[in-house]
């Protein structure tokens, strides 16, 4: 399988991992926003690595799951409507575009895994498979971590249908 894209790069510099997280994590706990140690605190949960973090007032990470699966977090819809925070959470796994992805391919993949979106940019040679969470009206932060392990459990079942290695069954 290829390497993660764009993420690669910056990894190749960091020597370790930033600290896990700057609070515990709370199953329970129930938000309507999330802040850079929200995030932190979720992959804390999930025994993952922080491999990087965005600036001050970002809300943003990437982590890598124990098989090796870099993944990015962000927070959208950041201090809106009076609400502090971002009240909702991308979740993206990236990696260098497979020879073999096409059109069909994507729209094989769609089809086949509904809880994600995988889509291609074939001018940056990304292949981008896509969950996102939108915590409206409160989410416990156990939901959103299982948000997480959806996008992870799917990606190793829908990169192959995505990179034209195995038809959608």
């Not at 926003?33 to 491999?51: F, Y």
């Not at 769609?110 to 409206?136: C, E, G, M, P, W």
């Amino acid at each position: 399988m290829t390497r993660p894209w764009a993420i690669a790069a910056a990894l190749a510099f960091a020597a370790t991992g930033a600290p896990a997280a700057a609070q515990d994590y709370d199953a329970g706990r129930v938000v309507v926003s999330v802040n850079q140690a929200d995030l932190a605190a979720i992959v804390a949960s999930l025994g993952h690595k922080v491999r990087e973090t965005g600036k001050p007032g970002e809300t943003y990470l990437a982590a890598e799951s124990e098989d090796g699966i870099i993944y990015l977090l962000f927070g959208t819809a950041c201090d809106v409507s009076g609400v502090p925070g971002c009240q909702g959470v991308m979740m993206q796994a990236r990696y260098d575009l497979p020879e073999g992805t096409t059109y069909e391919t994507l729209a094989k993949t769609n089809d086949a895994q509904a809880a994600i979106s995988v889509t291609a940019d074939f001018a940056k040679k990304s292949l981008v498979f896509t969950r996102y969470h939108v915590l409206d009206h409160g989410v416990t932060m156990a939901n959103i971590r299982e948000n997480v392990n959806v996008l992870l459990s799917i990606v190793g079942d829908a990169y192959p249908v995505a990179a034209g290695e195995e038809p959608a069954g």
